[in-house]
């Protein structure tokens, strides 16, 4: 695996080990991601069609919205972090 591949695991193996709720914590990641890049389209944009990319956007919309409409408390200094 890559060395971008093994930083995500072990963040999230941090995050378990923290006590977190991996799922929260995997939806706000992905928000605050979603954030900085301006969009939940730009998130997914290198891939939009794939089975992954589908679900892993459904996420980001329930946490930010379908229309992004949240996506600003997800920004760096939104509160979310």
Do not use: K
């Not at 890559?2 to 072990?10: F, I, K, L, P, S």
């Not at 709720?21 to 069609?49: M, Q």
């Amino acid at each position: 695996m890559t060395g971008q591949h093994d930083r995500a695991v072990e963040a999230v193996l941090d995050a378990h080990r923290a006590g977190r709720d991996v799922g929260e914590w995997t939806a706000h990641v992905l928000a605050s991601a979603a954030a900085t890049l301006g969009s939940t389209g730009r998130l997914f944009a290198n891939r939009p069609g794939s089975w992954e990319a589908s679900l892993a956007r459904q996420l980001v919309e329930g946490t930010v919205g379908e229309d992004d409409e949240h996506l600003a408390a997800y920004a760096p200094g939104g509160g979310h972090e």
